[in-house]
């Protein structure tokens, strides 16, 4: 139900499978030079009053949800 499509290609070279997605229809609708990232002074600014930092290995907690869910079955 999505907006927008993109175009999956798997295309056979040398021997090897290569994934190539063509995000043009997602090019048309973007907004340039738009970044979501914070400005590093509101970064700053932002953890300068905190008291509490939270890091979180993103890579190994997918994995592990990943995992418990394989688990769940």
Aim: proline share 0%; hydrophobic share 40%.
């Amino acid at each position: 139900k999505s907006l927008v499509g993109a175009l999956i290609l798997f295309i056979l070279k040398k021997n090897n499978l290569y994934f190539y997605i063509n995000y043009k229809s997602f090019n048309k609708i973007s907004i340039k030079n738009y970044y979501s990232l914070f400005f590093i002074s509101e970064i700053f600014n932002r953890v300068i009053n905190s008291k509490y930092f939270l890091k979180i290995n993103i890579k190994d907690t997918i994995k592990s949800i990943l995992k418990k869910k394989i688990n769940r079955r």
